[in-house]
C-alpha cells in the first residue's frame, strides 16, 4: 500500500528498518532471554537521530509530529517488541513537558531527550492504582519551595535507566481527580530510588521497575502545567501516546506475519511447501487483511492528530489502540500456528512476538478501559448532536 | 590537524549481486551500488578524528555522475565536503590511472594533512589505489591500519601484520589505508540525510585537474584486464567417520601430515 508518505517519511522508516534489520534481529533473542537493557542500541537510535522525531525542531527534535513517531515504532517493534517500547517510553515520559511543561521545562529537559542522550520515564500506575487511577497513594505535600513526595510507583517502563521521570502524585487527596499533580523528577533526587526489576512475560529487554519516592524533595518549578491537573496531563499525555502502542502492536503483527510466509513458502509437508495450501493461505490473507487495515487506521488517525485539526482525539486513539493491540494478539497467535511445533520453540521468533504483543492489550490503559473511553466518547457526540 | 581527505569508491553491492551461470560474468544490472565497505571504515576513521582533534573531512571519489549517490551517502556519515572527479576520459582506469587521477584531485585541496582510504575494494580486491596515490604526490604510506593514533603532529599507526601488528609512525602529511577491524562504520543520520539531499557536490573534470590526457582513464592505463573467469572448484575434501575419539585422532594426524 502506498501512504503518500513524504521522502522525510520515508528517510525515517527506511533508516529505523535498517538499523533494526542490522543491529537488533542478531540480539533479540539474546535480550529478550536475558533481560538486558539495550543501551547499545539506543545509542544506535539517538546517533541517528530517531529519538527526537516528534520534539520542535527548537528544542533539538527533528520537528515531526506523531506519524514520524508511530512510523520509526512500527518499524523498531517489527524486528523486537521490547525494544520498540523502550524507544516509546521515552515519549510517554517527554510528552508531559511537551504538553503542558513551561518555556523553561521545555528547554531544560526536551534537548536531551531529544538528542537520546537521557531517557524519559512516565510514572502513574500503583499497585493499588491501575485502571482507577484516581486511587493513587502517593502524595506531595508543600514544604515552603519545596514539595515532599511520598509513596511507590509500579511497573514504570524505563525505570532506572530514564534520567527524566514525570510522575503524577495527589497534593489534594480531598479533591478526588482534581487533587492530582504532574511534577518533573531526575534521577539522582535524594530520596528517589528503584524497587525491583520485574520478570515479565514479554518485552524483556524493556526495563520495568518500581519508583519509591522517601521524603523525596522536589522543586516547586518542577511542577507540571499547575497544581490540580495531574489527571488532566495524564490523559491527555496517554492520548496523544497511544498511537505509538498502536504501531508497536502493528510492527509486532507485521514481524509475525512475514515469519509466517518466509516459513509457509520453504516448509515441505505432503511433498510441498505449506503455503500451497488453501487453509494455510486463508490464515495468510486474513492476517494480512487485519495488518493493513490497522495500518491505515493507524496513519490516518496519526495524520489527524498531527494536523491540529481534531482537539479532542481520546475516541480516535482509544480505538487505533484497542484496533491495533486486538489484532496483534489475533495474528501473532496465528502466525504460532502457523509455524507450529517449531512455532512454540524459542529457537523461531514467533513464541516471543506472540508474549510481547500481549502487553500491547494491557498497557496505557487495558483494552477494556479503552472502550469505556470510546463509548463515552460516542455518548458525548450523541449528546451534543443538535436535534 | 586541518583537512582529512578520504577517498571513496563506488562498487555493486556484493550481497545482491547474482552470477550469471551461462557467462560466468556478474550480473551488475538492477543491483544497488554502495560506498567500498572499507572506504566506510576510511570515512569513519576520518570522522573519528575529527570528532577528537578537529579537521574539515573531504570526500574525494572518481567515476561516472551516479557516483554522487555515494558522496551524498558520506554527507550523511559527516562528510564536511565532497568531490567528484568526472570526465568521459576517465572512464576504463586502471588503477595506475585511477591512482594518478586522485592524487591530481588531491593536489588542487590545498592543506591536506592525512589521506585515508579503505585497504582495497571488494570489487577488484587490487589495494593499490592508496599506495598509487602516495607514490604520485610523493608522501610517506602506511597500509592495513587497524588503529590510527594522533599525538604531537605525528601519526602513530597500528599496522596489521600476520600474527600481530606493527607500531609505525610517520610525519604529515601521509597516506593510510585502513582494515575493518579499525572501527565500525556510523549509520548515516536523519540531519545528515536531510543535509545529503541538499549538499552542493564540487565535479572536476580533465581541465579542472590539470591532468595529462596520456595518464587517465584507459589511455592512460598500462594495465589490461585479459580475461575474468571462474576457476573451477578443486573439491579435495576427505571425510572420517566412526567413533569420535578415533576421528578426532585421524583428523589431528592428518592435519600434522599436511603441516597446517
Known amino acids: 500500500m502506498d501512504y503518500q508518505l513524504t521522502e522525510e517519511q520515508i528517510m525515517i522508516r527506511d533508516l529505523a528498518r535498517q538499523i533494526s534489520e542490522e543491529k537488533v534481529k542478531p540480539v533479540r533473542s539474546e ?78 529537559y526536551l534537548p536531551d531527550i531529544a538528542a537520546g542522550t537521557k531517557l524519559a520515564a512516565f510514572g502513574l500506575t500503583e499497585a493499588d492504582a491501575g485502571s482507577d487511577a ?16 511520598n509513596g511507590t510507583k509500579q511497573w514504570i517502563t524505563n525505570g532506572g535507566e530514564a534520567e527524566i521521570y514525570t510522575v503524577i502524585a495527589m497534593t489534594n487527596p480531598e479533591k478526588g481527580s482534581r487533587g492530582a499533580t504532574a511534577f518533573i523528577v531526575e534521577k539522582g533526587t535524594p530520596g528517589f530510588s528503584f524497587g525491583k526489576k520485574e520478570d515479565k512475560m514479554g518485552i524483556r529487554a524493556s526495563a520495568t521497575r518500581e519508583l519509591i519516592f522517601e521524603d523525596c524533595r522536589i522543586p516547586k518549578e518542577n511542577v507540571l502545567g499547575r497544581t490540580g491537573l495531574g489527571f488532566i496531563v495524564a490523559l ?41 495450501f488453501q487453509s494455510l493461505q486463508h490464515m495468510l490473507a486474513d492476517m494480512a487483511i487485519q495488518v493493513e487495515a490497522a495500518r491505515s487506521f493507524i496513519y490516518s488517525v496519526a495524520r489527524a492528530i498531527d494536523s491540529g485539526n481534531i482537539k479532542d482525539y481520546s475516541k480516535v486513539s482509544a480505538m487505533i489502540k484497542t484496533f491495533a493491540s486486538d489484532m496483534a494478539m489475533k495474528v501473532t497467535t496465528d502466525a504460532v500456528q502457523i509455524l507450529a511445533g517449531y512455532g512454540y520453540m524459542k529457537e523461531y521468533p514467533v513464541e516471543k512476538m506472540m508474549r510481547d504483543a500481549k502487553i500491547t492489550q494491557i498497557y496505557e490503559g487495558t483494552n477494556q478501559i479503552q472502550r469505556n473511553v470510546i463509548a463515552s466518547g460516542l455518548i458525548k457526540e450523541a449528546a451534543s448532536k443538535k436535534r | 590537524m586541518k583537512n582529512i581527505i578520504v577517498c571513496i569508491k563506488q562498487v555493486p553491492d556484493t550481497d545482491k549481486v547474482q552470477i550469471n551461470r551461462e557467462t560466468n560474468t556478474l550480473i551488475r544490472e538492477g543491483v544497488p551500488s554502495i560506498i567500498n565497505p572499507f572506504d566506510e571504515n576510511a570515512l569513519e576513521a576520518a570522522l573519528q578524528l575529527k570528532e577528537k582533534f578537529g579537521a574539515r573531512v573531504i570526500v574525494v571519489s572518481m567515476g561516472p555522475p551516479q557516483v554522487k549517490d555515494a558522496l551524498r551517502q558520506a554527507v550523511a556519515m ?61 608522501i610517506p604510506q602506511i597500509t592495513f591500519a587497524q588503529e590510527i593514533g594522533y599525538e604531537e603532529n605525528r601519526l602513530k599507526v597500528k599496522r596489521v601484520i600476520e600474527n600481530g601488528y606493527e607500531e609505525i609512525e610517520t610525519e604529515l602529511p601521509a597516506v593510510v589505508t585502513v582494515t575493518k577491524e579499525i572501527n565500525e562504520p556510523r549509520y548515516p543520520s536523519l540531519k545528515g540525510k536531510m543535509k545529503a539531499k541538499s549538499a552542493e557536490i564540487t565535479v572536476w573534470d580533465t581541465e579542472d585537474l590539470e591532468a595529462d590526457e596520456n595518464k587517465t582513464g584507459l589511455n592512460g592505463s598500462p594495465t589490461k584486464v585479459v580475461k575474468i573467469f571462474t576457476p573451477p572448484v578443486k573439491a579435495s575434501n576427505e571425510i572420517f567417520t566412526g567413533d569420535p575419539s578415533e576421528t578426532a585422532a585421524k583428523l589431528a594426524g592428518k592435519l600434522k601430515e599436511l603441516k597446517i
Open chain 1, 31 to 108: 535480550l529478550d532471554e536475558k533481560g538486558n537493557f539495550p543501551w547499545e542500541i539506543m545509542k544506535l537510535f539517538s546517533e541517528a537521530d530517531l529519538c527526537g522525531l516528534y520534539i520542535p525542531e527548537q528544542y533539538g527534535g527533528f520537528g515531526g509530529g506523531g506519524l514520524e513517531f508511530c512510523l520509526a515504532t512500527e518499524e523498531i517493534s517489527r524486528v523486537c517488541g521490547g525494544v520498540g517500547v523502550t524507544f516509546a517510553a521515552s515519549a510517554l515520559g517527554s510528552y508531559p513537558i511537551l504538553l503542558f511543561g513551561n518555556e523553561e521545562q521545555k528547554k531544560q
Open chain 1, 134 to 149: 484516581s486511587a493513587m497513594k502517593t502524595r506531595a505535600v508543600l514544604d515552603g519551595n519545596h514539595y515532599i513526595l
Open chain 1, 236 to 276: 491527555k499525555t496517554l492520548d496523544s501516546t497511544r498511537p505509538g502502542i498502536a504501531a508497536q502492536a502493528l510492527g509486532i503483527a507485521q514481524g509475525a506475519l512475514d515469519e509466517s510466509i518466509e516459513y509457509a513458502r520453504t516448509r515441505i509437508q505432503f511433498g510441498k511447501p505449506i503455503i500451497t
Open chain 2, 78 to 138: 559527516g562528510a564536511d565536503e565532497v568531490v567528484l572527479a568526472s570526465d568521459r576520459s576517465f572512464a576504463g582506469a586502471d588503477t595506475w590511472a585511477t591512482s594518478y587521477t586522485l592524487a591530481q584531485a588531491i593536489k588542487e585541496i590545498e592543506n591536506y594533512d592525512l589521506i585515508i582510504c579503505g585497504k582495497q575494494a571488494i570489487d577488484g580486491d587490487t589495494a593499490q589505489v592508496g599506495p598509487g596515490i602516495a607514490e604520485f604526490l610523493d
